[in-house]
Nanobody, 112 residues
């Protein structure tokens, strides 16, 4: 099971750090992603990280502002979000590639 946390309401230009904690199974060595879904829009890829964190990739819309990382000892993946914009408002989901497992999501709202 994947559980996201760390969402909330923040003003434009602010920062949040999302966490994705896995229980019942390990995420160590497993590629993980963050996706988001804004109201009325399709779910979109935000960031991905390889199993041991050697490589990351980002959507163009968040490059230079968001950083994905992981702590396999804590079985947790993070998304540091800086310089947030109103268009970043969405529900953010953690995704485990190996079995296409999703968390319930955490709401991020950025006010202008």
């Amino acid at each position: 099971q994947l559980e996201e946390s760390g969402g909330g309401l923040v003003q434009a230009g602010g920062s949040l750090r999302l966490s994705c904690a896995a229980s019942g199974r390990t995420v160590s060595g497993t590629p993980m992603d963050w996706f988001r879904q804004a109201p009325g829009k399709e779910r979109e890829f935000v960031a991905g990280i390889t199993g041991y964190g050697s490589r990351t990739r980002y959507a163009d819309s968040v490059k230079g502002r968001f950083t994905i990382s992981r702590d396999n000892a804590k079985n947790t993946v993070y998304l540091q979000m800086n310089n947030l914009k109103p268009e970043d408002t969405a529900v953010y989901y953690c995704h485990r590639q190996a079995d296409d497992d999703w968390g319930q999501g955490t709401q991020v709202t950025v006010s202008s």
